[in-house]
Antibody
Framework: EVHLVESGGGLVQPGGSLRLSCAAS????????IHWVRQVPGKGLVCISR????????HYADSVKGRFTLSRDNAKNTLYLQMNSLRVEDTAVYFC????????????WGQGTLVTVSS | QTVVTQEPSLTVSPGGTVTLTCASS?????????PNWFQQKPGQAPRALIY???NKHSWTPARFSGSLLGGKAALTLSRVQPEDEADYYC?????????FGGGTKLTVL
């Protein structure tokens, strides 16, 4: 069974850093794109980053470009989102989600981890 | 700035049929955008329903179907059940870059 489990969320001050992890199981992790999606409480879903199966390609939304770095360790079946220079507006639930095998898409989601940026 | 637009809210009666749509500010939505649809209930992660316009996941109930309609992606719910009350999001891919619509709050009343 496919599982994605995010961790690392919490309370951080503006300007601070946090590293989120996404641990995967139940599938061949190294064969799939992985996406990070965030959701401000009460608002919609926003794609912020994605990474290719081998980690050689990453893409970031303009809102996080230059501040967030996405990487993966295929030997550990784990994805990492390093978030620096955090802003109040980065407060959200962060989800990792698996890309579909063929055509562009997303199928399995983690349960999410809450990041709160506040002084 | 590309924008993906959905109806903010819709209401449907139990047992009825409702169609949610997903439009792109760049023009007509085609299969090239590989439309995906997701359902999200309060306090839960999103759940995938449809991928590549009209393909169902193994867990997608038969009453959900995806299509293209009038230049938009569409999600049709037939024989609506009370448990279908949720937020629904479409996702379009622009040369591989994913973008969500703002979501539709579906009320079953």
């Amino acid at each position: 069974e496919v599982h994605l489990v995010e961790s690392g969320g919490g309370l951080v001050q503006p300007g601070g850093s946090l590293r989120l992890s996404c641990a995967a199981s139940g599938f061949t992790f190294s064969s799939y794109w992985i996406h990070w999606v965030r959701q401000v409480p009460g608002k919609g879903l926003v794609c912020i980053s994605r990474i290719s199966p081998d980690g050689g390609f990453t893409h970031y939304a303009d809102s996080v470009k230059g501040r967030f770095t996405l990487s993966r360790d295929n030997a550990k079946n784990t994805l990492y989102l390093q978030m620096n220079s955090l802003r109040v507006e980065d407060t959200a639930v962060y989800f990792c989600a698996r890309g579909t095998a063929s055509k562009p898409g997303v199928d399995y989601w983690g349960q999410g981890t809450l990041v709160t940026v506040s002084s | 700035q590309t924008v993906v637009t959905q109806e903010p809210s819709l209401t449907v009666s139990p047992g009825g049929t409702v169609t949610l749509t997903c439009a792109s500010s760049t023009g007509a939505v085609t299969t090239d955008y590989s439309p995906n649809w997701f359902q999200q209930k309060p306090g839960q992660a999103p759940r995938a329903l449809i991928y590549n316009t009209n393909n169902k996941h193994s867990w997608t109930p038969a009453r959900f179907s995806g299509s293209l309609l009038g230049g938009k992606a569409a999600l049709t719910l037939s024989r609506v059940q009370p448990e279908d009350e949720a937020d629904y999001y479409c996702l379009l891919f622009y040369s591989g870059n994913p973008m969500f619509g703002g979501g539709t709050k579906l009320t079953v009343l």
